[in-house]
């Protein structure tokens, strides 16, 4: 089993970044908690801010695109940052697991929309919008969150439901995903779509089996509790929605 994915850490008591030592904690729906010494802003969307000291300054951040266009592509209006030393925690009030992403300089990473919770200033954000393959999960496509590292080391922190699995992927090496399933993938990671038609058999006629397929060299981030609106044709169900209990509940998060 050396090549499945494997779990990343549910809690991390003393992660470290430039200027920054933070923790992973709580089991059920957790928290990101830092301590910076003001040498290295933290930005984040305003809404996942849990607690901070109340001494801790925060502003806006900068953005490379306008709000307006933001706001009309369906992203958060506003990046907040932390502008001084001091104490402060994030969380997605959502059951999941929070991810600590390292980024050296010149690397880049990809993350699905509304799962980005914090990174640091020297970590330029961007976003796209994703067609083609999304169509047949979202009605028109979804965005994409882009994060790239301009300097030194730092770190993106993301928020996935269920647990995160991380693949690290060799050159050539591929692995298809559940398009629910992806939470995030290396700019030095390609993604395609493999669809497989049944007209006979258990799934039926006109049933497809849908998997957005990685091809490395980079890592690719799995959330085992992924999601779909009712009605897409997506994955093994071939059109049917997701069953109610604890799925459920957490696809009533997501859509929210």
């Not at 992973?24 to 830092?34: I, T, W």
């Not at 790239?148 to 770190?155: A, D, H, I």
Request: charged share 15%.
């Amino acid at each position: 089993m050396s090549s499945a994915p494997k779990i990343l850490p549910t809690q991390i008591q003393e992660g470290t970044a430039s200027g920054i030592r933070y923790r992973l904690e709580g089991e059920l729906v957790p928290a990101l908690h830092m301590a910076l010494d003001g040498s290295m802003p933290v930005y984040f969307e305003h809404h996942v801010l849990l607690w901070k000291h109340p001494t801790l300054q925060i502003g806006l951040h900068p953005l490379r695109k306008g709000l307006v266009r933001r706001a009309f592509a369906g992203m958060p209006l506003l990046l907040l940052q932390i502008e001084s030393g001091g104490e402060v925690a994030f969380s997605r009030d959502a059951p999941g697991h929070v991810a600590a992403l390292h980024l050296q300089a010149g690397a880049g990473i990809q993350v699905r929309e509304h799962q980005f919770l914090a990174a640091t200033q020297n970590i330029e954000y961007d976003y796209s919008r994703m067609k083609g393959f999304a169509n047949m999960m979202y009605g028109g496509g979804f965005f994409i969150d882009q994060f790239m590292c301009t300097s030194g080391e730092g770190v993106v922190w993301v928020h996935g439901y269920g647990n995160v699995f991380e693949k690290v992927l060799d050159p050539g090496e591929s692995i298809d995903i559940e398009p629910g399933g992806w939470l995030y993938y290396d700019h030095s990671v390609s993604m395609s779509q493999e669809v497989y038609g049944f007209k006979t058999g258990l799934l039926g006629g006109g049933g497809n089996l849908v998997f957005n397929r990685f091809t490395g060299p980079g890592r690719v981030g799995l959330q085992s509790a992924y999601y779909h609106p009712p009605g897409a044709e997506t994955g093994a169900g071939g059109g049917q929605g997701q069953a109610p209990g604890m799925g459920g509940l957490l696809g009533g998060l997501l859509g929210n």
